[in-house]
């Protein structure tokens, strides 16, 4: 007990961080239950923080947060080793003090982490959702009403295929520089019929390790640390532009992936560039038709096969690129914990709230 009580006697300023960094997600956990407070604290506090940052990172081309992220993991790597060293040197000095300080300090530099993670996004679980500001609510879905929204979006897609130029296999061969380059503009119209969307859009960033965000099942990723929307370049181009608007939603502050998935299909459909157009399309033609093939697959197939061929080859393009991913390992680590993380931060569907898109989707179309 003495040992126990010197040791807790050292480190006072590492026990404070720890002190402060459980306080904070005391109070998170405390007040995210209250939707006003939420609302205040992401409009004014995390949400023009996160533009100040966006501002700041967004003056290079460069993903600032793959640059954090290599550092994190380096970081980390040496000092587990450093600790290590530490942790066996102090053994055998028959002294616990370094050692233990290094645990602690690992400690609280993970709860700083996911202080500031909780404080920049996870408030946003808890504030007005897109649903609530719209007045668009996702309801049950009527077998016919599924069908004639996937009808529709099979017809404008088949329509939106002959407005973007083709590769010699007839894939969809719009340039990746030219798809981040517009970016910026392609949430203008939609801000339009909802004024609490706008922003300053400065547009998205493609990412140096896009091959590893293939592997662990990622199309893109925002990053509230630095307000920076990424996406994964080295998936299929045809739906990039529909990715890029789905990280762009989560700039906007909605947090909910059934959401973004949502906008990003009606702001690049709504947004007057033919490779948006066809990508929203595409994108809200694949989960349309998903949710109607599993109800009825003959009436999916019908469908379907109204398509051109054009439609097809980027539909089995897409496919082709994803199935050399599946099932493996490290997808399915990686989808289990951010499932977990999803949860943890107030979704309470984790990863099978991507699903419900076609809820707001049929609710909007078909009214």
Request: net charge negative; aromatic share 12%; hydrophobic share 45%.
């Amino acid at each position: 007990m003495t040992r126990l009580r010197r040791l807790l006697g050292q480190h006072p300023r590492l026990y404070g961080w720890l002190a402060l960094d459980l306080v904070v997600l005391a109070a998170y956990g405390v007040c995210r239950g209250n939707r006003a407070w939420m609302n205040a604290f992401a409009s004014q506090v995390t949400g023009p923080l996160k533009e100040a940052l966006g501002r700041l990172c967004y003056r290079t081309e460069i993903s600032v947060m793959e640059v954090l992220a290599a550092a994190l993991v380096i970081g980390t790597v040496l000092y587990i080793l450093a600790s290590v060293v530490m942790v066996v040197r102090a053994a055998r000095a028959g002294r616990g003090r370094r050692a233990w300080g290094a645990v602690l300090g690992a400690v609280c530099t993970g709860l700083l982490i996911w202080d500031g993670f909780c404080l920049l996004w996870g408030v946003n679980y808890w504030t007005d959702s897109f649903q609530d500001l719209s007045g668009i609510y996702a309801q049950p879905v009527r077998q016919e009403d599924l069908t004639a929204v996937t009808a529709e979006f099979a017809q404008q897609l088949s329509q939106a295929a002959g407005k973007v130029p083709r590769d010699e296999n007839g894939l969809f061969a719009v340039s990746r520089e030219e798809i981040l380059a517009d970016s910026p503009y392609v949430y203008d119209a939609l801000e339009q019929q909802f004024p609490f969307l706008t922003f300053d859009d400065t547009g998205v960033k493609g990412m140096y390790f896009s091959r590893l965000m293939s592997i662990i099942d990622f199309t893109g990723f925002y990053c509230p640390y630095t307000g920076e929307a990424n996406v994964n370049v080295d998936s299929p181009a045809c739906l990039l532009p529909s990715t890029a608007a789905h990280e762009m939603a989560h700039q906007r502050g909605i947090a909910s992936e059934q959401e973004c998935n949502f906008l990003a299909i009606l702001a690049s459909t709504t947004s007057g560039n033919p490779a948006y157009v066809y990508s929203g399309y595409l994108m809200g033609f694949i989960h349309l038709g998903n949710a109607l093939y599993r109800v009825d697959p003959e009436t999916y197939w019908t469908i379907r096969d109204q398509l051109p061929e054009s439609v097809e080859a980027d539909l089995a393009y897409n496919n082709a690129y994803w199935d050399q991913f599946e099932d493996s390992v490290v997808q399915q680590a990686s989808n289990h914990i951010y499932d977990g993380m999803l949860k943890a931060y107030g979704d309470e569907n984790g990863i099978a709230s991507y699903g419900t898109v076609v809820d707001l989707l049929v609710a909007y179309y078909a009214a």
